[in-house]
DNA sequence: TAGATTGTTAATCGATTAACAATC
DNA sequence: TAGATTGTTAATCGATTAACAATC
């Protein structure tokens, strides 16, 4: 609700908080500093609690953090304290993988449905997920209050999609395809760029052998 | 070669680069001055012209820049400009669509072969790619030159693969496990954590609505 | 030559780190 | 109370933007 102040590198970090507050919670950890956290994580304990500190304050002095209340205090910053409805658009061998992947459902990330051109994809079930043909989609998303579109076709035809999905409503768009698109300011683009990734990666290698 | 002295934000935008030069020759586009540029692509002409002169002065006073040549120096850049050769650890559904990406190909990222601990596909083909078992991978990254080894199996996992690689003469990790590799200095990762993508995403979304 | 646009230096802005008073 | 550690302000560092001389 308040406005955007918090730098997106602060964002960006926070996931990686939350997977380490996890690690600890599982191996029964209680409470941790930021001078011992930022051990773990190769961070500085003064970015810790400058990155924490954006949202209020959650540790104590001469104590530290407790544990499960930071996990549930950043669980809540990000949203994912809540159910979240996706569809798939693409079903091909990317579409799939994200169907399948079990972790997003334990964070409340939910595949409602999965779209596709190709007829004879249509009504195959993906976890759970029935592939629907792509007309379906501007209904369902209005119907099923759909929160997030995760586009994975090629680039050619994603405009065209995008502008359709913005239109019922979408919140939300998880794009891996190779295009920047353009949406309205009350439509969020995140962007999985693997060729990108990829070519970054290549350059280290070169750079360093 | 030479030390690196070039942000890890400048590396980054480097792609995205390149995919609009890319654009501009399909549409048969011959020079580009970095405000017109800048302009497409919604940053800066200041930062494409301070970008690209970290590597060398690729324009011309009065003209701007040739999109052929800049698009091949920033592909020599890269590291594109030559063959990469990429096993997949983890023949799952992330592993598959990774190595039916038709696009890494044409980047010149060519899939050797596959690795799982799942006997039931071994033998079977993907885009060419043999799945093999585990135990061959060390033989068959020092027998075959492999540079890059993509990780998509769980965490649980990963850490003994990658030991195993390293030995074998590894020299990137393209990293879709959830979480932190440690490698020698010789050694580069990229990681991409899908789960935290998607975790941005949600916090953009709450924040915004 | 005049106009355009780069390469590069200087100025600004933002993010990270250091320091320490507040306080549990 | 003494020790530990946060929350927060100040200092530093790095990245982005602006400006302009060089030059095609």
Redesign the pocket.
């Known amino acids: 609700m308040e406005e955007n102040e918090i730098?997106?590198?602060?964002i960006k970090r926070l996931p990686r908080y939350f997977r380490y507050l996890e690690e600890l919670i599982d191996s029964g950890v209680e409470r941790?500093?930021?001078?011992?956290?930022s051990r773990r994580m190769n961070?500085?304990?003064?970015?810790i609690?400058?990155?924490?500190?954006n949202f209020?304050?959650?540790?104590?002095?001469?104590?530290?953090?407790n544990v499960k209340y930071l996990h549930s205090e950043i669980a809540k910053i990000l949203g994912i304290d809540k159910i979240h409805s996706i569809i798939i658009v693409g079903a091909g061998n990317l579409g799939k993988a994200l169907a399948n992947y079990a972790n997003f459902e334990k964070r409340g990330f939910v595949v409602k449905a999965m779209f596709d051109t190709n007829e004879a994809l249509i009504g195959k079930e993906c976890r759970g997920a029935v592939i629907r043909p792509m007309s379906e989609m501007e209904a369902f998303i209005k119907d099923n209050n759909i929160e997030i579109l995760a586009l994975t076709i090629p680039k050619g035809s994603a405009t065209e999609v995008v502008q359709t999905a913005i239109k019922a409503g979408i919140k939300g768009i998880w794009n891996f395809a190779h295009i920047d698109l353009e949406v309205p300011d009350n439509v969020v683009v995140e962007n999985v760029h693997l060729s990108e990734s990829l070519m970054t990666l290549s350059y280290n290698i070169t750079r360093l052998h």
């Open positions: 730098s997106l590198a602060v941790i500093s930021s001078g011992e956290l961070v500085t304990a003064s970015q609690r400058q990155d924490l500190n209020g304050g959650f540790g104590q002095q001469g104590y530290g953090y």
